[in-house]
């Protein structure tokens, strides 16, 4: 690629999938630009025209809108924290030489493959049902009242959910990278008298930094979006994010045009979260 | 500043034996050189030492006080690894700094023995800067630099040298000996360079699949070598060996001859022989000859001489120079 001709060539190259890429965005997002302006409910087909930004300020001024924002928020804050001090405990775990360990990784990371949905099916009725949940047995077995997770703590069930799906991601993210930390540095700490939690501090947790920002990143993204969990649980009234909002705007009040606005302020919210993280983390991911 | 003892060391790794019983005495303030092929238990026999290792059986001794069971720490030793092993995320002033830092020393303390190793090892310019930005003989002098402020009892230095350049290992070789005639601090390298460790040495430990063959300095390996093995290994080019009627003729299983004592003449003489390629270094030629009676030879000649493939001439070993081996492979004196 180093001359101006293999450079143009290059360019003309790949020009067909970048196009049909930016497309592929473009399309979408434009669409529901138009639409966010739009009065546009299926239940009044008649009421037509321009509507300004009133779909945006009754968005924000729904009472669910600073709950929603909320919950946004946490989830993916305690998501992060939990796969990320849980994924390293792990992967530490599974850096260790013990028998049977490819068959214990495979394992772990199993959880990462089961789709959403399904996973949350799983929760609800085996895990977290009242009457004949695992949980509710156990509590029962020591005396204790069952526990109606869904309705008392919604918003932490779903956050147990979502950690069990992403727990595996980080820890195999950060076993990969502990695997290549040099032994020789290990060696060379214990002979500059470092222990095991000052190796952990000055050498690991250093080496880690980059896998780990990695994982913040990612997991945002995703969970920034969750939906399946909040939707086949049933808490979305009680512990709904935006995305909900946005479900709850377009498919049951068939509000195209308002849950268009809010669709476009749940991705200048991402926005906003992503801008502060690199602001903050990016810095790990240059050399 | 201080003497190390191996007595009966012994180390496997699962069923494979790697150190053999070794017992060793290595000198206070000497400079002894572990050499041996790949494989041979030297890099092992040197973790042995560290404490990176633990032993099978038998004990260490450091200043007359048993460290077998002590960390690496403890045994207040500090090793250069092959790889530098400098801590990437760390600016140079760190990474010296960081046993001295896991020593709970001052800041202060830490800063003038960091000041003082940049300037013993010329990395003054470099402490802000990252592993990553040194070039391979800055590194090794970081890590070189990491080792000294400790003020260890002894250093040891696991092929410090393999990752450099030619020119710079001749360079970096000076400077390591230079430090250790500066800090007169007990020294033990491990190295698969027989050239190094002649060059470097006090004295030689040449090891083979986990046991000690000869101990000595390194004039005596070359001119007195106990065995066949030590033979072979020390001189550079290879010691011919010979076996078979001129052998017997001087009462051995196996003769050797190094390709300096062998002197060629015109084809006049007793052994014949055909040049089969000549290499010219300049001040020396080595000449590999086949010869019908004595088979594939290696001959050194000094200065740069004609020796054109397939010329015939003859040679002459040098009577004093033959070394005598039995079938078991030890030196007859």
Known sequence: ?287 | MSRIELNAVRKNFGTLSVINGVDLDIYDGGFTVFVGPSGCGKSTLLRLIAGLEDLTSGHILIDGRDVTELGPAQRELAMVFQSYALYPHMSVRNNIGFPLKMAKQSEAVIDAKVRKAAETLNLKDFLDRRPGQLSGGQRQRVAIGRAIVREPKAFLFDEPLSNLDAALRVQMRLEIMQLHKSLGATMVYVTHDQVEAMTMADRIVVLNQGRVEQVGSPLELYDRPKTLFVAGFIGSPKMNFISGALASKHGAATIGIRPEHVQIGDASGAIHATIRIAEHLGSDTFIHVDSADLGAMTVRATGNIEAAPGTALSLTLDPARIHRFDASGQAIF
């Open chain 1, 1 to 287: 690629m180093a001359t101006r001709h293999s450079q143009g060539l290059a360019r003309l190259a790949v020009a067909p999938s970048v196009i049909i890429l930016f497309l592929w965005m473009i399309v979408p997002l434009v669409m529901t630009i138009y639409f966010s302006f739009l009065r546009y409910n299926l239940l009044n087909p008649d009421i037509g025209g321009w509507a300004g930004f009133s779909n945006y300020y009754y968005f924000i001024t729904d009472d669910s809108f600073p709950g929603a924002v909320l919950n946004t928020l946490l989830l993916v804050a305690s998501v992060i924290a939990v796969s990320v001090i849980g994924g390293l405990g792990l992967a530490l775990l599974m850096d260790q030489p013990f028998w049977g360990r490819g068959f214990v990784r495979l394992l772990v990371i199993s959880p990462f493959f089961i789709m959403p949905t399904v996973s949350a099916l799983v929760w609800k009725n085996l895990l977290m049902n009242p009457i004949y949940g695992l949980f509710a047995y156990l509590q029962e077995l020591v005396g204790l009242t069952p526990l109606d997770w869904f309705a008392k703590v919604p918003l932490l069930s779903v956050a147990i959910i979502a950690s069990w799906q992403w727990l595996p991601f980080a820890a195999l993210i950060i076993l990969t990278a502990l695997q290549s930390l040099d032994e020789e540095q290990k060696d060379a700490s214990a002979m500059d008298g470092a222990r095991f939690f000052s190796y952990f501090r000055y050498i690991m947790l250093p080496h880690l930094a980059r896998p780990i920002t990695v994982v913040i990143l990612i997991e945002t993204i995703f969970l920034l979006n969750i939906f399946a969990e909040i939707y086949v649980t049933s808490v979305g009234g009680l512990a709904g994010n935006l995305t909900y909002l946005v479900y709850f705007q377009g498919l049951l009040n068939f509000d195209i045009g308002e849950a268009s606005a809010g669709g476009l302020i749940a991705v200048v919210l991402a926005n906003l979260v992503s801008i502060f993280l690199v602001r903050v983390i990016g810095r790990n991911l240059e050399i």
